[in-house]
C-alpha cells in the first residue's frame, strides 16, 4: 500500500463550488505539505504543518484552507474554486531530523474548475 | 527573480550522452539542497540530495557551490529511462523551494 494516499485522483467541479482534497499518510511523520503545480511553474507551497497544532502558509495560500485533523491527516479546502485554481495538487510529508529530510509525496490530484 | 532557477530545457540526447544540468539559488540562507525527478506528471521523487563536497551515485553527480548559489547535475552514459524532468530543490526553513525543472528526452 502507498504510504501517502490522496483522495481523489480526479474531480472536475463548477466556479463556486465548495472542494475538499484529503491526504493520509502511514510514515508516521510529523510534517505534511500541501503544492500545486502548473506547467512551466514547478511546485508551489500552498501551506503547511509541522506538526497537529501548527499551520502556515506558504507562497499561495489565498483562496485556500487547511485541516490538520490528526498528524496522520491533511486536508485542503478550496471554500469557492475558480478556473485558475486548475492545477495537480501535491500533499507530501517528512520527517524532522536534520536539514536533508526527504520529502515523499502523494500519487497528485488533477483539479479541473470550469 | 524566482528563488531557484533552472535551465528550462527541454534537453534531448542520445543514449550515451552525458548531459548537465544547472539551478541557481537567491537565499544565501538555504540549509540543504537536493536533486528530485518527476515522471510525467507523476508524483516527484528524490533522485539524490546534494552536499557540499560533491556527492556522486553511479552515474549521477551532483555539485553544490555555496559562493556562487549553485548546483548542478551530471548524468553520465544517460539511458533511456532517464527520460523525465528534474527538479531542482532547496531547503529554507524546512520548506522546499522547487525550481520549474528541466525536461530531460534520452532518444535511441
Known amino acids: 500500500d502507498a504510504d501517502v494516499t490522496q483522495t481523489p485522483r480526479n474531480r472536475i467541479t463548477k466556479t463556486g463550488k465548495r472542494i475538499m482534497l484529503e491526504c493520509s499518510q502511514t510514515?508516521?511523520?510529523?510534517?505534511m505539505y500541501w503544492y500545486r503545480q502548473d506547467p512551466g511553474l514547478g511546485l508551489r507551497l500552498i501551506y503547511y504543518?509541522?506538526?497537529?497544532?501548527?499551520?502556515n502558509k506558504g507562497e499561495i495560500s489565498d483562496g485556500y484552507s487547511v485541516s490538520r485533523q490528526a498528524q496522520a491527516k491533511f486536508s485542503l479546502s478550496l471554500e469557492s474554486a475558480i478556473p485558475n485554481q486548475t492545477a495537480l495538487y501535491f500533499c507530501?510529508?517528512?520527517?524532522?531530523?536534520?536539514?536533508?529530510?526527504?520529502?515523499?509525496f502523494g500519487p497528485g490530484t488533477r483539479l479541473t474548475v470550469l | 527573480r524566482k528563488e531557484v532557477e533552472q535551465d528550462p530545457g527541454p534537453f534531448n540526447v542520445p543514449e550515451g550522452a552525458t548531459v548537465a544540468f544547472n539551478c541557481t539559488y537567491s537565499?544565501?540562507?538555504?540549509?540543504?539542497f537536493f536533486w528530485y525527478r518527476q515522471d510525467c506528471r507523476k508524483e516527484p521523487k528524490l533522485l539524490m540530495s546534494?552536499?557540499?563536497s560533491g556527492n556522486e551515485d553511479g552515474r549521477f553527480t551532483a555539485q553544490l557551490n555555496r559562493a556562487s548559489q549553485y548546483i548542478s547535475l551530471l548524468i553520465r552514459d544517460s539511458k533511456l529511462s532517464d527520460s523525465a524532468t528534474y527538479l531542482c530543490v532547496v531547503n529554507q526553513g524546512g520548506k522546499l523551494i522547487f525550481g520549474q525543472g528541466t525536461e530531460l528526452s534520452v532518444k535511441p
Open positions: 537565499n544565501s540562507a538555504s540549509q540543504s
Open positions: 507530501a510529508t517528512s520527517g524532522t531530523t536534520g536539514a536533508y529530510n526527504e520529502q515523499f
Open positions: 504543518s509541522f506538526d497537529v497544532k501548527d499551520i
Open positions: 510514515k508516521g511523520h510529523d510534517r
Open positions: 546534494v552536499y557540499s
